[in-house]
Every structure is written in structure tokens, then in C-alpha cells.
């Protein structure tokens, strides 16, 4: 009786066997889960990657055309304090004997420059008043200056954190005078656009209909400036990816803000092209436009999907490749038994 209660020496083996099968497919399921955890690490840390290089080429653009424009620009923070100033506004101010425009106050640039423009801390402060209603704020002060009193066209533009509350004012001061200044940052921008690597579209908001495209637009889409003229950007766009195009440029227009976005394009040969897209609203000769900066990502994109197809068939090549060994190890010691 006493032999019959006690358990075979055989199912002890199959037993143990078991919790052994049972271990290694947990474990193996969890180096499986760990392996899915570090490629969507990755795909964000790509992801982050590639927004942080688009947004420093737009620094890099920006810091390019600031730094060469005749216009006097400073940047300001919410305390009125000069935190940077482009090469035109530090030329200015070695004129008049000071070093640096860094660490001024917005008054005692005023004063310097002589512009005639409202006193911080007054109700009629325009710095203020952009920092307040978080909106971009025009002025048309006078200057005097021994030689006379010139015209001047300040812009206060809010710099706005990524929760659209403005923690700096970027501030232009344009000389109306001296219309050959005008003239000759209008060929500036003109010559930037024109050779421009990226593609740059600028389009009517409302019919969406393209008005003015880059030698780079036409690179990219295949279509001459020509036909680019006679064709709207529902044209530009894979049927599927047209909604939430449309979407994001009408969002750009009615929020006056940058929308960015990853779009799917069709070329004029059919070819499928993926873009990372910003829709900027702009003034184009007094008109409201929807701006569209166009920076080709088709390459990148193939070959991220190639890499995270190897790294799934690599996943799987070597679970499925441990668990037959250990299974196989497994039967040997069950039949060697």
C-alpha cells in the first residue's frame, strides 16, 4: 500500500521536464517582450531624433537670415531684458558706444536707438501688450537722430513655449526711410527661397490653390513652376493622406500658428514621396497665404522600415531557434532517462 501512494520515479522526471518547458517559454516570452520594449525605445528615440534635426535646420535657417538682415532684430524675455540681438543691432549700438545689446533693458534700447516708441511699464507698452494678448503687434514710431527724424515699422512677434505661452518677444525695427534697405532684404529672401534645398509652396487658403513654388517644389514633384500654377495641393497628395492634409493646413491658417506633419505625396510620374510638411500662414504682398515647407524623408523612412522588419525577423529567428535547442536538450534527457 505504502508503494502504491508514492509517485513513479518516471512522473517525477516528466515533472520536473515540464516545469523546465515552462520556465524557459516564460522566459523567453519575457526576452521577447524586453526586445519589443527597446525597438519602440528606439523607433522614438529615431522619431525624436529626426524632429530635433528639422527643427535645427529651421534654427540654422533662422539664425542665417537674422544674422545677415539689415533689419535690427533683438529677442527679449518676459522681464524686458535684451537676450540676443542679430549682427545689424550690435553694429548699431558699437556706433553709439555700446559694446553689447546683451543684458540691456528694452527702455534703455529704446533710448539709445532715439526711437520715439512707448515706455516699458506704460499702458501704451506694446512689449506688453504682445506678451498679454499673445499675438504678433505692429508700431510706426518716429526716430531722431541729428540728421533728422526717420520712419520706422517695429513688429513684436511672441515666442511661444510648447504650450503656446509667449516666454520671449523677438522684435524687428525696419527703416522706412531708406526704401533701398527694403529693397535689398527683399532680394535677400527672395534669393533664399529661390535656393532653398527644401521645397517651399505658398498657397491660397481657401481654394488651397498653389500661387508660388521653389526650384525645389518643382524637383520634388516633378512638376514645372508652370504647371505647379495651374494646380492646387489636393493634386500634390496621395488620396488617402488628403483629410488629414487638409486638416493641418487649414488648422495652420485658422490658428495663425505652425503646424507641422509627415505627409504622403504623388509625384507627376506617380511616384509616392513622404515629406515632412510645416504649414506656416504668411503675407504675401498683403495677402493671407498658407505657407508649406517641404523637406523629403522617403529615403529615411524605407530604410527605418527595413530596419525594424530585420529586427523583427532577427527577434524571432532566435526564439524560435533557443526554444528548439533547449526543447531538443530537453527530449534527450527524457529518452537518456
Same mark, same amino acid.
Given at each position: 500500500?505504502?508503494?502504491?501512494c508514492?509517485?513513479?520515479?518516471?512522473?517525477?522526471v516528466?515533472?520536473?521536464?515540464?516545469?523546465?518547458?515552462?520556465?524557459?517559454?516564460?522566459?523567453?516570452?519575457?526576452?521577447?517582450?524586453?526586445?519589443?520594449?527597446?525597438?519602440?525605445?528606439?523607433?522614438?528615440?529615431?522619431?525624436?531624433?529626426?524632429?530635433?534635426?528639422?527643427?535645427?535646420?529651421?534654427?540654422?535657417k533662422?539664425?542665417?537670415?537674422?544674422?545677415?538682415?539689415?533689419?535690427?532684430?533683438?529677442?527679449a524675455?518676459?522681464?524686458?531684458?535684451?537676450?540676443?540681438?542679430?549682427?545689424?543691432?550690435?553694429e548699431?549700438l558699437?556706433?553709439l558706444?555700446?559694446?553689447?545689446?546683451?543684458?540691456?533693458?528694452?527702455?534703455?534700447l529704446?533710448?539709445?536707438?532715439?526711437?520715439?516708441?512707448?515706455?516699458?511699464?506704460?499702458?501704451?507698452?506694446?512689449?506688453?501688450?504682445?506678451?498679454?494678448e499673445?499675438?504678433?503687434?505692429?508700431?510706426?514710431?518716429?526716430?531722431?537722430?541729428?540728421?533728422?527724424?526717420?520712419?520706422?515699422?517695429?513688429?513684436?512677434?511672441?515666442?511661444?513655449?510648447?504650450?503656446?505661452?509667449?516666454?520671449?518677444?523677438?522684435v524687428?525695427?525696419?527703416?522706412?526711410?531708406?526704401?533701398?534697405v527694403?529693397?535689398?532684404?527683399?532680394?535677400?529672401?527672395?534669393?533664399?527661397f529661390?535656393?532653398?534645398?527644401?521645397?517651399?509652396?505658398?498657397?491660397?487658403?481657401?481654394?488651397?490653390k498653389?500661387?508660388?513654388?521653389?526650384? %525645389? =517644389?518643382?524637383? @520634388?514633384? &516633378?512638376?514645372? #513652376?508652370? *504647371?505647379?500654377?495651374?494646380?492646387?495641393?489636393?493634386? +500634390?497628395?496621395?488620396?488617402?493622406?488628403?483629410?488629414?492634409?487638409?486638416?493641418?493646413?487649414?488648422?495652420?491658417?485658422?490658428?495663425?500658428?505652425?503646424?507641422p506633419?509627415?505627409r504622403?505625396?504623388?509625384?507627376?510620374?506617380?511616384?509616392?514621396?513622404?515629406?515632412?510638411?510645416?504649414?506656416?500662414?504668411f503675407?504675401?504682398?498683403?495677402?493671407?497665404?498658407?505657407?508649406?515647407?517641404?523637406?523629403?524623408?522617403?529615403?529615411?523612412?524605407?530604410?527605418?522600415?527595413?530596419?525594424?522588419?530585420?529586427?523583427?525577423?532577427? %527577434? =524571432?529567428?532566435? @526564439?524560435? &531557434?533557443?526554444? #528548439?535547442? *533547449?526543447?531538443?536538450?530537453?527530449?534527450?534527457?527524457? +529518452?537518456?532517462?
Amino acid at each position: 500500500a505504502e508503494g502504491c501512494c508514492r509517485e513513479p520515479r518516471e512522473l517525477k522526471v516528466v515533472d520536473g521536464v515540464a516545469h523546465l518547458v515552462a520556465e524557459d517559454l516564460a522566459t523567453g516570452l519575457d526576452l521577447a517582450a524586453t526586445k519589443a520594449e527597446l525597438a519602440q525605445v528606439k523607433r522614438w528615440f529615431d522619431t525624436m531624433d529626426a524632429q530635433l534635426r528639422v527643427l535645427d535646420g529651421e534654427r540654422q535657417k533662422f539664425a542665417a537670415v537674422a544674422r545677415q538682415s539689415d533689419t535690427l532684430i533683438f529677442v527679449a524675455n518676459q522681464e524686458r531684458v535684451v537676450t540676443w540681438a542679430n549682427g545689424a543691432l550690435e553694429e548699431r549700438l558699437e556706433e553709439l558706444g555700446r559694446r553689447r545689446a546683451t543684458g540691456l533693458v528694452v527702455q534703455a534700447l529704446w533710448d539709445l536707438l532715439e526711437v520715439d516708441c512707448a515706455p516699458c511699464g506704460s499702458p501704451d507698452c506694446l512689449v506688453a501688450r504682445a506678451f498679454e494678448e499673445n499675438r504678433v503687434v505692429h508700431d510706426e514710431p518716429r526716430q531722431h537722430l541729428g540728421e533728422g527724424t526717420r520712419s520706422l515699422y517695429l513688429t513684436f512677434l511672441p515666442i511661444k513655449s510648447p504650450e503656446g505661452v509667449p516666454t520671449e518677444m523677438l522684435v524687428m525695427i525696419q527703416d522706412l526711410s531708406g526704401l533701398e534697405v527694403l529693397r535689398r532684404s527683399e532680394a535677400r529672401y527672395r534669393l533664399i527661397f529661390e535656393r532653398s534645398p527644401d521645397a517651399m509652396i505658398m498657397a491660397a487658403p481657401g481654394s488651397r490653390k498653389i500661387l508660388l513654388s521653389n526650384p %525645389a =517644389a518643382t524637383k @520634388l514633384t &516633378g512638376y514645372s #513652376a508652370r *504647371e505647379l500654377a495651374t494646380l492646387d495641393l489636393e493634386t +500634390l497628395h496621395a488620396k488617402d493622406d488628403w483629410v488629414e492634409a487638409r486638416d493641418q493646413y487649414d488648422r495652420a491658417a485658422s490658428e495663425k500658428t505652425v503646424v507641422p506633419g509627415e505627409r504622403r505625396l504623388r509625384t507627376k510620374g506617380g511616384r509616392t514621396v513622404v515629406a515632412n510638411v510645416s504649414a506656416t500662414p504668411f503675407d504675401l504682398d498683403g495677402a493671407p497665404v498658407t505657407f508649406l515647407e517641404l523637406q523629403d524623408v522617403t529615403v529615411q523612412r524605407s530604410l527605418e522600415a527595413e530596419l525594424r522588419h530585420s529586427q523583427k525577423m532577427e %527577434a =524571432a529567428g532566435r @526564439l524560435a &531557434g533557443g526554444i #528548439a535547442h *533547449e526543447f531538443n536538450n530537453i527530449v534527450t534527457i527524457i +529518452l537518456g532517462q
